[in-house]
Antibody
Framework: QVTLRESGPALVKPTQTLTLTCTFSGISLSPSGMCVSWIRQSPGKALEWLALVDWSDDKYYSTSLKTRLTISKDTSKNQVVLKMTNMDPADTATYYC???????????????WGQGITVTVSS | QSALTQPASVSGSPGQSITISCTGTSSDVGGHNYVSWYQQHPGKAPKLMVYDVSNRPSGISHRFSGSKSGNTASLTISGLQAEDEADYFCSSYTRSNSLGWVFGGGTKLTVL
């Protein structure tokens, strides 16, 4: 069974750096074709894609947030880490990590999601 | 404002069919066949229901089907059941600026 689980702080102060960890079991980032994304969902319910890392360590970021985001993977620990700098109350959201489906066409959808972690930005 | 446009809400009675639309641009929905749909119940993570416009992952009911015409994708749910009541989000791969994914604002489905 494939599972992903997000961990990190529930509360951060404005201007701080948020560090979130996605720990997965039942899968590995080692084999070719594995991709993991971070997505967040604001209290108003909109989903927003943030970043992706693939098996070869290629990384892609949301154009609007790329100056604040860093994604990395630790294959030995089965973890993907997201860092977001200069946090603002507008960044208050539930943050999800998700694995991309390995379809015949490629990796264009997310088929396994973590339960999500709610992060509040407040002083 | 979300990149993809969905109706805020739709409703239907048990047994009926409903369709949710998702409108984008030629840079995303209209530019390829990488549109997916997600179901989300309150307090839960999104669940993949349809990928690559019209494909269903293993275990997803045949009552869920997807299609696309031009810049608009659609999700149809036939034989509505009470458990279908949820939020539904569309998503599309995009390469408008760089590689990424965009989502719709979500549609609340109410089963009357």
């Amino acid at each position: 069974q494939v599972t992903l689980r997000e961990s990190g702080p529930a509360l951060v102060k404005p201007t701080q750096t948020l560090t979130l960890t996605c720990t997965f079991s039942g899968i590995s980032l080692s084999p070719s074709g594995m991709c993991v994304s971070w997505i967040r969902q604001s209290p108003g319910k909109a989903l927003e894609w943030l970043a992706l890392v693939d098996w070869s360590d290629d990384k892609y970021y949301s154009t609007s947030l790329k100056t604040r985001l860093t994604i990395s993977k630790d294959t030995s620990k089965n973890q993907v880490v997201l860092k977001m700098t200069n946090m603002d109350p507008a960044d208050t959201a539930t943050y999800y990590c998700a694995r991309h489906l390995a379809a015949a066409s490629g990796y264009y959808s997310m088929d396994v999601w973590g339960q999500g972690i709610t992060v509040t930005v407040s002083s | 404002q979300s990149a993809l446009t969905q109706p805020a809400s739709v409703s239907g009675s048990p047994g009926q069919s409903i369709t949710i639309s998702c409108t984008g641009t030629s840079s995303d929905v209209g530019g390829h066949n990488y549109v997916s749909w997600y179901q989300q119940h309150p307090g839960k993570a999104p669940k993949l229901m349809v990928y690559d416009v019209s494909n269903r992952p293993s275990g997803i009911s045949h009552r869920f089907s997807g299609s696309k015409s031009g810049n608009t994708a659609s999700l149809t749910i036939s034989g509505l059941q009470a458990e279908d009541e949820a939020d539904y989000f569309c998503s599309s791969y995009t390469r408008s600026n760089s590689l990424g994914w965009v989502f719709g604002g979500g549609t609340k489905l109410t089963v009357l």
